[in-house]
């Protein structure tokens, strides 16, 4: 699934293409896809409205729009954004069409149809339970050490299992939490209330520092994931444990022990991570 840094990626270059451009005609071809409102509601509702400006939230891309409306799309596990030329063949499994007032078209492909898109005020997308309220941002300004230790109150959860909770932490997944547990030296099967404060803060400079590496290097594709151009992200190559289970170590050479939290696999090294 997109991450963070994945998903910000795509932000930055929708920001570029898409502010300012009006959508002329929208077509959705599977309803699942499109989640708020009804499908035939949200084509109509979309075309002709003009986009001011484009951001995250956790790893929801928000185009705000010359309304009270905002269109959200969450990538879910193998959604894709691009931006072509009409001309060019679709993607397998293109389900929403939006034409550009350029000529151009912005396309969502989705194979897994795990994405969804949603269109209206944010107040009544978070109301109709269509939008989670999301916990802090870990690359903006206000995550500081003591609130990544308030998101983390509460819970006695395994460390990765809260972290994946994106009401305490937004945008974080998988990859990033195994890789940031592995910098800071912490186990991420530890249960979150009993990490020290030293150890707190270790793990929040090292979330924010394995986010920015993988925003500058486009994302890790470790999977699906493509950019708006429909580009390999680069971070994939720097990966230090995500995906490497049974492999060495590559700071102390002893090979990476593979589990399960949360649902998810994880990997870390027993050696490096007390």
């Not at 790893?59 to 269109?71: A, G, M, N, P, Q």
């Not at 078209?105 to 795990?114: I, K, M, Q, T, V």
């Not at 972290?163 to 932490?169: E, F, G, K, M, T």
């Not at 999977?223 to 190559?237: I, L, P, S």
Request: contains cysteine; proline residues 5%; charged residues 30%.
């Amino acid at each position: 699934m997109p991450e963070l840094p994945e998903v910000e990626t795509v932000v930055r270059d929708l920001r570029t293409e898409l502010t300012g451009r009006r959508f002329e005609k929208v077509t959705a071809e599977h309803p699942k896809i499109v989640r708020f409102p009804l499908p035939a509601v949200f084509c109509r509702s979309l075309t002709g409205r003009t986009v001011t400006g484009v951001e995250r939230r956790g790893k929801f891309i928000i185009c705000r729009l010359d309304s009270d409306d905002d269109l959200v799309t969450h990538l879910g596990m193998t959604g894709h954004l691009l931006v072509t030329q009409p001309t060019v063949p679709e993607a397998p499994h293109t389900h929403v069409r939006a034409l550009l007032d350029d000529g151009r078209e912005l396309r969502y492909d989705d194979a897994r149809r795990f994405g969804r898109m949603l269109l209206g005020p944010r107040e009544i997308l978070e109301s109709a339970h269509v939008l989670p309220r999301l916990g802090i941002e870990p690359l903006g300004e206000h995550f500081t050490p003591e609130a990544f230790a308030t998101a983390l109150k509460g819970t006695t959860r395994q460390l990765k299992a809260a972290l994946l909770d994106q009401s305490r932490v937004a945008g974080l997944g998988n990859i990033y939490i195994d890789e940031a547990c592995h910098l800071a030296g912490i186990r991420p099967t530890r249960r979150a209330h009993r990490l020290r404060r030293n150890e707190r803060a270790a793990l929040r400079d090292a979330i924010v520092a394995i986010l920015t590496t993988a925003v500058d290097n486009r994302g890790s594709s470790v999977d699906t994931y493509r950019d708006v151009w429909n580009a390999q992200g680069k971070n994939q190559e720097v990966l230090r444990v995500y995906g490497r289970g049974g492999e060495p170590c590559l700071r102390c050479g002893r090979a990476l022990k593979q589990t399960v939290v949360g649902g998810r696999t994880t990997v870390f090294c027993q050696e490096c991570q007390r």
